[in-house]
């Protein structure tokens, strides 16, 4: 474990500090970027960015360069410090994230998009893209949350349980191949026994969760945790009361969706209707 040293008496400046504390922890390690980039998983190139402060990288990278120089939570702090206005969002995520890992369930209603835990490579790569990100840096994010759909496997994996607006399925890719194929890859997940898919047609109307994406997680202490996203940005919950009305939100959207086996076939239904892929 390299030696820590105080950061104070070097740049002041948030962004070039961190940038700063990057390199002189590799140094320390005595590797090379393209080392660096093998041993994480990464493009060596991202590292390489943000050792020059040309890019932050994501809390997902962050987090792994502190668990790898063993500096826990030093080089996220000094990273929120360098996010600037992003930083509290930033941080419920990241407390969002590290909950996750922990839950022993999951339940979702997703009113826009796919959930991160079913999104095949393309699909993540074209939801990011739209919002703006792009780059070195595009690439990373869509590597993290790959990595978060391992969640779902392995025999200890959680039961998981989304509800999804018919919007979200009626939303394809610009690519008819790559939506097809995450159409397919939906309904293989349907077929896992930790996981249940609902789909919540358009005709049931309004309800609690107008334009509101929400997850709960069950904590091994038996704690619920809530968290929301919308189009302005996401909102850890953790007071009782807020919970509970959120969770009767959900109960009345789940008794209008269609029930997991009529949900199976309504994607299934889809998948046959998608065109398909002249090239195949």
């Not at 030093?74 to 929120?80: F, G, R, Y």
């Not at 360098?82 to 969002?96: K, L, N």
């Not at 039961?159 to 607006?165: D, G, K, M, V, W």
Request: a negative charge; aromatic letters at 8%.
């Amino acid at each position: 474990m390299p030696q820590r040293r105080l950061v104070t008496g070097r740049s002041q400046e948030p962004r070039q500090r961190f940038a700063e504390e990057l390199r002189t922890l590799r140094a320390q390690r005595g590797e090379s970027l393209r080392q660096l980039g093998e041993r994480l998983g990464w493009d060596w190139s991202l590292f390489g960015k943000m050792e020059k402060g040309e890019t932050l990288g994501s809390p997902e990278v962050v987090q792994a360069l502190d668990q790898h120089y063993g500096t826990p939570g030093l080089l996220l702090a000094l990273w929120e410090l360098a996010a600037g206005d992003h930083t509290q969002f930033r941080e419920r995520y990241r407390r969002y994230m590290a909950l996750e890992a922990e839950a022993v369930s999951l339940w979702h209603f997703a009113v826009s998009v796919l959930p991160g835990l079913l999104q095949t490579p393309e699909y993540a790569r074209e939801v990011l893209t739209a919002g703006g990100i792009k780059g070195a840096e595009l690439e990373q994010q869509v590597k993290a949350r790959m990595g978060r759909r391992e969640l779902l496997e392995g025999e200890d994996a959680p039961p998981f349980r989304t509800i999804l607006a018919e919007a979200v399925l009626r939303t394809p890719l610009q690519d008819e191949g790559e939506w097809r194929a995450q159409l397919s890859h939906v309904a293989a997940m349907t077929e896992r026994e930790n996981v249940t898919v609902q789909v919540l047609p358009q005709s049931a109307g309004l309800h609690g969760l107008v334009a509101t994406d929400v997850w709960f997680l069950r904590l091994p202490d038996g704690r619920p945790v809530a968290y929301t996203e919308n189009a302005q940005g996401g909102e850890l919950v953790e007071e009782y009361a807020r919970i509970e009305r959120l969770q009767r939100a959900y109960d009345g959207v789940r008794d209008k969706a269609l029930s997991p086996a009529e949900s199976q076939k309504y994607i299934l239904r889809m998948l046959e209707e998608a065109p398909c892929d002249p090239s195949t």
